[in-house]
């Protein structure tokens, strides 16, 4: 069947742990990992990642590398735990060991995502720490003081970048003091100092080769919508933030009140750059079908931007899985984890 354009500018998880298990079915621009594409088994698992990834990139990037992106996080999110064990979260390297440590460990899961072939972190986390255990954000957020979140994300993305891998700010403009998470339902934000203050990592640290995501997230200038799908929250955003623009999943309970054809049509309006689709195949076609049925002024400005973007990364990869990298690498990060 052939590919539609718009698809370019779909950024999608997938179901499959060999490239001859991902459906060929739709053309996306863009992929995600998550532990259902990992064989868990350590010994396995990094070199069948490995050779899935360039498979998948000789499907679909021959043009230009595919954007491949995890949730690599470390502490409750990490999707390599399987391969290397439990690992310390964003707000415990850095009351740990400051800005060194987490330049180190943003250097230690860029050499490994590097290593499979992952060209992008979907890391770390720039929203303020605000107390809330049951939002979905916890100890994925080092500090409530901004400028502590400037020092630990500016160290952490030097160190990953430091291995080629593109890092990514999230969730501009910041979830801190919300009290709902954004998987479930629709957090929303009023006060305009917290907004404030919220967005002020994000200000400092964006650039315009550097990805954003946006939360789902209603404040007093988005009402109705959720930030991730108004003008205000993207290109045009009244903080000055620059950078490739990404909704946070458009699958999430934070948008789900919206049909496909609205999601896409605002967030294109809004001016991102790739439409984020994460969890099941039926969210990916949905997606498909709602840009297709749109005019081609919508959509086409965010797929050249796509393809400029895609002709920044890397190649990573390799005629084959550096086996003895990986098991020098790994045994890196056990060692730091045990530090904490």
Known sequence: MASHPSEDILWAGFQGRTVEEVSNHLQ?????????????DPERGPAQCFEMLQGLQARWGRKAPLPIAIDQEGGAVSRLRPWVGETPSFKNIFQTGGAEACYLWGSLWGEGCALLGI??????????????????????CVSENAQDVIVAVDAYLRGMEAHRVQ?????????????????????????????ALNAF?????????????????????????????????????????????????????????????????????????????????????????????????LWSPARQRGWMYRDTLPDLGGDSFNTRAWKDWTQRVQAAAEKF
């Open 119 to 140: 060209n992008i972190d979907f890391a770390p986390v720039a929203d303020r720490w605000d107390g809330h255990v049951d939002t979905g954000m916890g100890d994925r």
């Open 167 to 195: 890092g990514c700010l999230k969730h501009f403009p910041g979830l801190g003091g919300t009290l709902i998470d954004s998987h479930q339902g629709l957090p929303s934000l009023e006060d305009a100092e917290t907004l």
């Open 28 to 40: 996306p621009g863009a992929l995600i990992l998550f532990g259902r594409n990992l064989n868990s």
């Open 201 to 297: 990592p994000f200000q400092k640290l964006s650039k315009a080769h550097r990805l954003v995501m946006v939360a789902h997230l209603k404040t007093p200038t988005s009402d109705p919508l959720p930030l991730s799908m108004h003008p205000l929250g993207a290109q045009k955003n009244q903080y000055g933030v620059e950078g490739i623009f990404i909704p946070d999943d458009l699958e999430m309970g934070g948008c789900q009140r919206w049909s496909w054809d609205e999601r896409v049509r605002h967030c294109l309006i809004a001016g991102h750059d790739w439409m984020l689709v994460c969890q099941t195949d039926a969210g990916v076609q949905q997606c498909a079908d709602a840009l297709k049925t749109l005019q081609e002024e």
